[in-house]
């Protein structure tokens, strides 16, 4: 089954620190794109960052970025510098090419102050 | 920026009613999807539509499920005879090239 793992099912972070949230998936394929969604209270999803598997360079977004190891087929997302707005569930996100994405059950961040 | 839109936001329904999700994609996409997310569990992937055609469907996407876009705008998600496991929140996504998906804010559906 291709699945995707995230094993932190709840993490905390100081304001201003950095944390890191662990994502691995299962693929056969070695074509496929790779996302990190927040959704906060408010039960959006919003894009944080995505990752091509072709690329080696690791994606970055401002405060985020992600180490991405092929090889092992891990996505784990570095938030820096972290905010109280920041505080929400995250979720990991696989999508083969041409087909849907596969989502892992989310890790619920806290931020405090 | 160019946005999903999703109505209602939250939609109360009896349970053995019908309800239908609206979802406007942005203009140039090709591709939709519909998700839900029961309460404290992870998003799952229900159908997907292209070209006018259901192009993939989970085991959820039963025959109470239907989707359709009627007027070349609207991207709709029906159940037929809603049941209280279908209390959920549904998000629609749509993708211009299967690379990046676009979320709407979801409408919460509580059946009751």
């Known amino acids: 089954a291709q699945t995707v793992t995230q094993s932190q099912p709840e993490m905390s972070v100081q304001e201003a620190e950095t944390v890191t949230l662990s994502c691995t998936y299962d693929?056969?394929?070695?074509?496929?794109?790779l996302f990190w969604y927040k959704q906060p209270p408010s039960r959006q999803m919003i894009l944080v960052i995505r990752q091509e598997a072709y690329k080696q360079q690791n994606a970055t977004e401002n405060r985020f970025s992600v180490n991405f190891q092929k090889a092992a087929k891990s996505f784990s997302l570095k938030i820096s510098d972290s905010q109280l707005g920041d505080a929400a569930m995250y979720f990991c996100?696989?999508?083969?090419?041409?087909?849907?994405?596969?989502f892992g059950p989310g890790t619920r961040l806290s931020v405090l102050p | 920026e160019p946005e999903v839109t999703q109505t209602p936001s939250h939609q109360v329904t009896q349970m053995g009613q019908e309800v239908i999700l609206r979802c406007v994609p942005i203009s140039n996409h090709l591709y939709f999807y519909w998700y839900r997310q029961i309460l404290g569990q992870k998003v799952e992937f229900l159908v997907s539509?292209?070209?006018?055609?259901?192009?993939?469907k989970s085991e959820i996407f039963d025959d109470q499920f239907s989707v359709e876009r009627p007027d070349g705008s609207n991207f709709t998600l029906k159940i037929r005879s809603t049941k209280l496991e279908d209390s959920a929140m549904y998000f629609c996504a749509t993708e211009q090239e299967r690379t990046e998906a676009f979320f709407g804010q979801g409408t919460r559906l509580t059946v009751v």
């Open positions: 996100a696989r999508s083969l090419y041409g087909q849907n994405f596969v």
């Open positions: 539509f292209y070209n006018n055609e259901i192009s993939e």
């Open positions: 693929t056969s394929e070695s074509d496929y794109y």
